[in-house]
């Protein structure tokens, strides 16, 4: 595997951004005793590709620290790209930098350029955990075509309900951050260009082709409540979220676990493409 980490000027940020990148390489197993080895190094041949996004106060190292991702990518001959979104909630901030526009398409662009990263919707892919999750579905809802997939895990789908379904939670976003990212109501606007349903409802009013959604969260965990409220609304839209809900909380246990879920429902070729 290949872990590389890259610094760059981003136009969107205006600012020099982070990220990381696995690319799968050919193991001395691989080399030696394999001989149906994937095709790394094949002239024209791409990585299916999984943009994976980190949760409040974390970054680009969150998933390599806390999970083994870059085991499973090589695993599964998966290209995984990890950027830091600070406390975005992975929105073109009211007080700061336009992470939404990043996300979906500078980034996005700019790794198309160095990497052999396929740009295909059916193989490019997009998960992302809490704040993460919510994110997952922000970016897929504000480009449906550019992901065949989107699978958030133990997301924040509904910011009203989570901004009191836990006053306590140790990881509970201050409302400096959310006034940053929303405006000084520190939710977004019921109808405006942050809400999730909004962005939800625009697409199926619309007509867009959704990609395929997938949620996972534990029955203990504090934002359960809002994502069921958000699956219940895309259910009245006519919208199917595959659901699954497993014994755990709001922590990195859970979240290693059920990546690997993640990566079983992702249509993987598992090779080069």
Known sequence: MAHLDCSFYSPSLRKNAKVIVFLPTMSADDYLFNDDHPRYFAKGAKYQTLYLLHGSYGDCMDWSLFANAERYAQEHCLAVVM???????????????????????ELPAFLSTLFPLSEKREDTFIAGLSMGGGGTFRAAFARPELYGAAASLSGGLDKALSKTSSEAHSVKMPKNYRQACFGDSAVPTPGGKDDLRAALKACV??????????????????????????????????????????????????WDTYLKEVLEWLPLANDMV
Do not use: C
């Open 205 to 254: 009013d619309e007509g867009k082709t959704l990609p395929r959604l997938y949620h996972v969260i534990g029955e203990d965990d504090f934002l359960r409540e809002g994502g069921e409220a958000f699956l219940a609304y895309a259910k009245s839209l006519g919208v199917e979220i595959e659901y699954k809900l497993h014994p755990g909380v709001h922590n990195w246990d859970f």
């Open 83 to 105: 950027p830091s979104a600070e406390n975005s909630s992975y929105v073109d901030m009211q007080y700061g930098e336009d992470y939404l526009t990043y996300i979906t398409r």
